[in-house]
């Protein structure tokens, strides 16, 4: 088996070379190559090595390549999983720092950040396709990058690869949750997720077919045992109210809308003290890198949990292996909705737990949601549809129009100065515009 993972110069690369190794015995892995680009070739080199000892440590004779020539690298490749950040973490400084001044949220994947990090991405992944269907025309790919739910809509909808799924960690954070307030090990509860990617929300049952959902909400969110192990997100409770009116559990990625302005609030604090999540971020990555580069160190080291992506490793090896294997092993992936989420369009993409087949996710059918929820899904749903049109047409209308239908984003003049100095302050990696 050969795997190639894009933008293998991210800190998290022995979080995916441990899941590999953790999985031996069902992975026949042979090669495994790191893809890069000039800027992170410092970084490649580094964490290159780091995963080399790892893997010698674990006396397994698996071929580790380190290379910035994509097209070689996926030749003839199995699995292609994409862990890039176009712009580095210079360009996600500038998303969250300049909606902060014009008085908006500004984050990684939600808010008009969120919206810049996808016209970025969008044209590099499709690009990315495009030497995969020279080079691996049956490779799987295995999206990480973020916004992942979008990024996985492009290239399903216009790469038009359709072995495309999406990942996120913030599931398993929600199930390590539940299993830790219920006491009950993974296998003994059963897990429905639904919505979009950082905006979905889930039930819990156990053996005997018990609902825990209510029971579940009460204690996180009336008894305040906020444990949701999502390092990047502001931790405030929910209103009690508005989460028992719903009836269903949220995802800590909800609160950028329930609860904007106190999260507002909360990043006007830090942005004041200088410690956006991306200068953060910044200074745990050097701390990582310095580690990296310790010879004698050939596992994980335990401060990568300090950043926001824990359970990463598991998320894209078991779905490698429940692919390879056809385990049909349940996840919650993105993938496209097929009529699982009667509210969402048939052919878009979802977040949704899914039983992963060899032939893909099969998404399990959720059916509709209240309109209190409704409403907001469907209106994430076509700003993201929106943003991927933006991104692919270099189209400044629909730029606008993203922004505009951007819960986040106060429409009119407000949204056009925002749009225009993100659109220069992001210049270089937005050729089509
Ligand atoms: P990072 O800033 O370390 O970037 C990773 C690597 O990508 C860098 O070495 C960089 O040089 C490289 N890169 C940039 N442009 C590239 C290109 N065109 N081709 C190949 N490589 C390129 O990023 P990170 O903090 O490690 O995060 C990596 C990605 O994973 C981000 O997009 C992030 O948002 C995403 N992420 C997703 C989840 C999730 O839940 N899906 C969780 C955490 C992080
Ligand atoms: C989360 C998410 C990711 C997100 C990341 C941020 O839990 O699932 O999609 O981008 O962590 O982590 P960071 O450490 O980079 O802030
Ligand atoms: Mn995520």
Known sequence: MKIVTIGGGSSYTPELIEGLILRKDKLP???IWLVDIEAGQEKLEIVGNMARRMIEAAG???QVRLTLDRKAAL????FVTTQFRVGLLDAR????CIPLAHGYLGQETN?????????????VILDIIKDMRQQCPNAWLVNFTNPAGMVTEAAIRYGQWEKTIGLCNVP???????TSLLNQPEDALFFKFAGLNHFHWHRVWDKQGTEHTAGLLEAIYGGQQLNEGLRNIHQIPFNIEQV???GLLPCGYHRYYYLEQQMLEHAVEDFAGYATRAEVVKATEQRLFELYKDPNLKQKPAELADRGGAHYSDAACDLIESIYNDSRKMMVVSTRNNGALSD?????????????TSHGAEPLNWGTFPPAARGMLQVMKAMEQTVIEAAVSGDYGAALHAFTINPLIRAGDNARQLLDQLLYAHKKYLPLF
């Open 244 to 246: 028992r009116h719903l």
């Open 172 to 178: 398993f954070s929600h199930i390590e949750q539940a």
């Open 75 to 78: 030749k003839d490749a199995d």
């Open 344 to 356: 969402l369009p048939y052919d878009s993409i979802a977040e949704v737990s899914s039983v992963i």
């Open 29 to 31: 892995v042979k090669e």
């Open 93 to 96: 400084l500038k998303d969250e």
């Open 60 to 62: 397994l004779p698996w």
């Open 111 to 123: 808010g008009a950040g969120g919206i810049m990090k996808a016209l970025r991405t969008i044209p």
